[in-house]
Nanobody, 125 residues
Framework: QVQLVESGGGLVQAGGSLRLSCVAS????????MGWFRQAPGKEREFVAA????????RYGDSVKGRFTISRDNAKNTVSLQMDSLKPEDTATYYC??????????????????WGQGTQVTVSS
């Protein structure tokens, strides 16, 4: 059974940084595009960032461009999200997902093949 396990969430002041990590259990990790979505209470799930299987293509949601950086290490089955200049509106549960690159291009969480349980990020003002 494939598992995606996120870590690195927490409480941070506005302007601060956090680094999220997601470790995947599948042996074919390098075949999957990986990405992050987030969901705040009472809001729709929002696309945050995605990276192709090779790392050659990267895409960010408009609200995080220039502040967040996604990366992956295929040797460690890990995808990371470096979040800088955090804002209170970044407060949400962040979910790691694995799937086809097209699903991330379409910002379609439901078309991803696997996803994690989520990690909470809270940014105080």
């Amino acid at each position: 059974q494939v598992q995606l396990v996120e870590s690195g969430g927490g409480l941070v002041q506005a302007g601060g940084s956090l680094r999220l990590s997601c470790v995947a259990s599948m042996r074919t990790f390098s075949n999957y595009a990986m990405g992050w979505f987030r969901q705040a209470p009472g809001k729709e799930r929002e696309f945050v960032a995605a990276i192709s299987w090779s790392g050659g293509m990267i895409r960010y949601g408009d609200s995080v461009k220039g502040r967040f950086t996604i990366s992956r290490d295929n040797a460690k089955n890990t995808v990371s999200l470096q979040m800088d200049s955090l804002k209170p509106e970044d407060t949400a549960t962040y979910y790691c997902a694995a799937g086809d690159w097209v699903a991330f291009l379409d910002s379609d969480y439901d078309r991803c093949d696997y996803w994690g349980q989520g990690t909470q990020v809270t940014v105080s003002s």
